[in-house]
C-alpha cells in the first residue's frame, strides 16, 4: 500500500497591511533615496500626526475656462482646452466661486516606497467648508509626484484659497502586493514624476473599447453626421430652402 | 482755466493715461506677476491715480505758462513708461519661470553694489534676452513724481527681457545673469562716457576724429564681457553651458563665427576664453568634467590673432576694427574688467563652494526622479545654484541614469527625450521653489 506522503503546508508570508504610524514614517524617510523601500516629502513638513502626513496645498491651478466646443470627448479633445493654467504665489490667493471646481497639487513632491499605498483625504475642518479635494485618492507604490487635488468647491459662498495652507491628509499604508517583490526603482503609469497639477491623459475611446471587442467602426463621436462633407452641404442647403432661401448649384 | 490748447493737451494725456490704467488692472485681475513685477504695475497704478488727480484738479489752479510745462512733460514721462508697461503685462508667472525669477531678484538685489534692486521680467518679442536700459523710466518716474506730487519713493526697478519662447524653462533662461550683469553695469556707471578720452588716449594717433567712435566701440565690448563675467561669478558653467547652447541654435559654433566680432559684442572665441578663466580660479574644473568642457577648452585655445573684425561695408575699415580688436585683448585693459568684476562682486558667494556641498545630493535626487530639495530629515535644501548647475551636469552625462527608472521613454525618440528634459527641469525649478520657502521661513 502506498503511503502517502504528507504535504508540507506552504509558508506565506503574513499580510501586514496597516496604516503606518508616525515611528514607521519616520524610519522610512530616513532611509537612502536609493532604497527601494525609503520614503521622501518634500520640502518636509513640520511635524507628523500620529497615522497621517499634512498635505499643503501649491501654487499651481487649472482653473476650468468656457469651452468653445459643445462637449468634452475623453482622448479626442485637447484637455488644455478645458482649463487655463494659473499660478498664485505664496500669499496671494484664487477664489473658488460657488459649485465650481479647480484642479490643485500639493506643495509636496512624494516617492513612495516600494511597499507602500497610500491614500489622500480631506481634512475634516476643510470638509466641513464643503470644500472636498480628491476624487481619485488611491496612490500606488513608488509613485512620485505632486498630487493633483481635484478641488470642488460644493457650498453656496466663495471660497478662497491660499497656496501652502494644510489641505489634505495622506494615510500610507503597508501592503504585500507584488509591487513589494521589486528589484529595482522604476516609474510608471501615465504622469511621470509631476511638479504640478496635470491635466487627464485618457486614451482614444477606440483604443479604451477594442478590448472589449467594440471595433473602431462602431464607436460614434457628437457630430459625426457632419462629419461626410457632402451630406452636410446638402442637409445646410435643405435647411435654407426650407426658410425660403434660393440655393443655387455651384 | 486752461486754454484751449492746454485742454486738448490735457484730454489727450487723460485718454492715455486712462487707458494705460485699465490695461494694468485687466491684466492684475486676470494673471499674476512675480514680486517685483507686480510692484512695479502697482507703481505705474497709483502714478496713473495720481496724474489724473493732477489733471483734473490741480493743474487749472497753475500759472499759464506752466500749465503747459507741466503737461507736456507729463506726456514725455508716460511716453517712457508705455514703452515698459506692455512688455512687463505679458510676464504674468506662468510665462516665466517664477522661482529662478524671484531667485534672482533675490541673488542680484542682496549684492552689496546694487542693494535693493528690484528685478523686473519683460517677455519680449525678439529671440534674445536683453536688459531694458532703465536710465530713462527712472528719470521718467522720478518726474512724474516731482510733477503730480506724489509722496512715495521711486522704487529701484531693473528690467530684464526674455524671449517668450523659452516661457518657464530653467537652464537657457540662465541666461538672464548676463542681462543682470549689463543691469549692473548700467547701475553703477561702470563705463561712463567721461572715461573714454582715457581710455583711448593710445588710439588717438590711429583714430584722430574717431577716437570717441573707438572709444564707444571699446566700452561696449568691455562691457559685455563685463556682464559675461558677472554671469560666471554669480551661477558658475550653467551660464557657460546655456550661451554655448543658443550659439549652437543661432550658428552651431562654427569655427568663423566664434572669432568673429560684432559691432556690439566681442567675438564668443574672447568671451569664452574670459569665462574659462573665471570657472578655473572658481575651481570648477573637477566637478564640470563634461563634453562641453572639452569644447569650452578648445574655443578658448583659439589664438586671438585669429579673431575677425565685424563685417564693413568700407573695406578701409578692416585695419581700424583689427586694430580695436588688438587693443580690447591687450592684456591690461581685460584686467581692467575683471578688476571691475572682482570689485563689485566682492561680496558674493562662489557658487562651486555651494555645489561641491550638495552635489552627491542632487545627483542622487535626479537619478531617482526626485526634486532635488531632498536630503533627507536634515531639512537643508542644496542653494538653487547648487541645483542649477548639478541638474546641468546631470543633462550632460546621466540622463542614462534616469532612462534606466523610466521603461516608458524612448530615449531615442525626440520628443519623450525632450518631454523627459523638461521633466527634469521642473524638478529643478520646484527645488528652487522649495529653497526659497525654506529661506523665508528661516528669516
Known sequence: MAIKKKQKPVKTKPNYSGVLTKDDIIKRLEKPVKELRSLVITPLPDGFDRDSIDLRLGSHFFVPRSYRSHCFIPGLTSPHHLYQEQYIPMGSFLVLPAHNTVLGGTLEYIKLPSDVSGEVLNKSSWARTFITIETAPWIHPLFRGCLTLEIANVSNAPVILYPGVKIAQLILLSTTCDTSKKKKDEIEGTYIGPVRPEPAQLQYTEKALDPLGISKDEVTYPGDEYLNHEDFQTHVADMLRAKGYTIKKP | ?443
Not at chain 2, 502714478?47 to 497753475?62: H, S
Not at chain 2, 584722430?208 to 566700452?219: D, L, S, V
Not at chain 2, 581692467?336 to 563652494?353: E, G, M, S
Open chain 2, 1 to 443: 482755466m486752461l486754454t484751449e490748447i492746454v485742454l486738448h493737451k490735457c484730454t489727450s494725456a487723460h485718454k492715455l493715461v486712462s487707458s494705460l490704467k485699465e490695461n494694468i488692472a485687466t491684466s492684475k485681475a486676470n494673471n499674476s506677476y512675480p514680486k517685483w513685477s507686480d510692484e512695479f504695475l502697482t507703481f505705474c497704478e497709483h502714478t496713473a491715480d495720481a496724474t489724473l488727480d493732477f489733471i483734473d484738479k490741480r493743474l487749472p489752479a497753475l500759472e499759464g505758462s506752466n500749465q503747459e510745462l507741466n503737461i507736456l512733460s507729463l506726456i514725455q514721462g508716460w511716453e517712457v513708461l508705455h514703452t515698459f508697461i506692455k512688455p512687463v503685462l505679458d510676464a504674468d508667472t506662468l510665462k516665466v519661470p517664477y522661482p529662478l525669477v524671484h531667485f534672482l531678484s533675490e541673488h542680484i538685489g542682496g549684492l552689496e553694489a546694487v542693494k535693493g534692486t528690484k528685478i523686473v521680467i519683460e517677455l519680449i518679442p525678439e529671440l534674445n534676452y536683453l536688459q531694458h536700459r532703465h536710465t530713462s523710466v527712472r528719470i521718467a518716474m522720478r518726474l512724474l513724481k516731482i510733477i503730480i506730487g506724489a509722496a512715495y519713493e521711486v522704487p529701484w526697478f531693473g528690467f530684464l527681457g526674455l524671449p517668450y519662447s523659452q516661457s518657464n524653462s530653467l537652464f537657457m533662461n540662465c541666461l538672464l545673469y548676463h542681462e543682470a550683469g549689463h543691469f549692473i553695469a548700467e547701475e553703477i556707471n561702470l563705463f561712463p562716457e567721461e572715461d573714454i578720452p582715457e581710455l583711448t588716449k593710445e588710439l588717438k594717433s590711429d583714430f584722430k576724429r574717431y577716437a570717441n567712435w573707438a572709444g564707444m566701440t571699446i566700452q561696449v565690448w568691455m562691457e559685455e564681457l563685463f556682464a559675461d563675467i558677472v554671469a560666471v561669478k554669480l551661477i558658475g558653467p550653467a551660464y557657460t553651458y546655456a550661451s554655448m547652447e543658443l550659439l549652437r541654435l543661432v550658428h552651431n559654433l562654427s569655427r568663423t563665427n566664434i572669432r568673429t566680432f560684432s559691432i556690439n559684442h566681442p567675438a564668443d572665441a574672447l568671451r569664452f576664453r574670459e569665462q574659462l578663466k573665471i570657472l578655473k580660479a572658481d575651481n570648477w574644473e573637477s566637478s564640470a568634467e563634461t563634453k562641453q568642457w572639452q569644447e569650452l577648452k578648445k574655443i578658448a585655445n583659439i589664438r586671438q590673432n585669429t579673431y575677425l573684425p565685424p563685417d564693413d561695408e568700407d573695406p578701409s575699415m578692416r585695419k581700424k576694427w583689427l586694430k580695436l580688436i588688438e587693443f580690447l585683448c591687450r592684456p591690461k585693459n581685460i584686467k581692467k574688467v575683471h578688476d571691475l568684476a572682482d570689485q563689485y562682486l566682492a561680496d558674493r558667494a562662489n557658487p562651486c563652494d555651494c555645489f561641491m556641498q550638495s552635489a552627491a545630493i542632487i545627483r542622487e535626487c535626479l537619478q531617482h526622479g526626485i526634486v532635488p530639495s531632498w536630503s533627507g530629515m536634515q531639512r537643508q535644501i542644496p542653494h538653487p545654484t547648487a541645483i542649477i548647475n548639478g541638474a546641468v551636469f546631470f543633462l550632460l552625462s546621466d540622463m542614462d541614469d534616469l532612462y534606466k527608472i523610466v521603461p516608458s521613454i524612448n530615449k531615442n525618440k525626440v520628443g519623450e527625450r525632450a518631454s523627459l528634459e523638461k521633466r527634469l527641469e521642473m524638478w529643478c525649478i520646484k527645488g528652487i521653489e522649495d529653497w526659497l520657502l525654506r529661506k523665508n521661513k528661516n528669516q
